[in-house]
């Protein structure tokens, strides 16, 4: 059992350094990507790194309950909170664009509620920055 428990860990290293190299493809970092494609990716990238860190948990569990050295996976969160960020990035530019705007632009302009757009915009600025 510490033998798989063992080989384990480097399968995980491996899954985690290719899901960052796919992590850095260009269009998750490009705003001239399409929005919906790439948002849809993102979500599956954050299900994907739930797994990665659930992987990493159950490890830990094992080498506790073997009384093994707890094998720290730091860059395991480290991957989950690049993608974090980044997916809110995508989520805020959905909201935005998708969402915020074209509710401005077809309400009549007496109902249109700036303290709502300041303050909109107000958090998405923060999330871009």
Known sequence: MKAKISHKIPKLKEAVATYCEGLLHEKYLSIDSPLMETLQEMEALDAQSQQLVQKAKDINEFQKTLDLDVTGFE???????????????????????????????????????????????????????
């Open 75 to 129: 860059y395991v969160e480290d991957a989950r909170s690049e993608l974090l960020y980044r997916l809110k990035m995508w989520r805020a530019l959905h909201e935005w664009g998708g969402v915020l705007v074209e509710k401005w632009k077809t309400a009549p302009f007496q109902d249109v509620d700036v303290s709502e757009i300041s303050a909109s915009a107000e958090a998405f600025t923060k999330i871009a920055l």
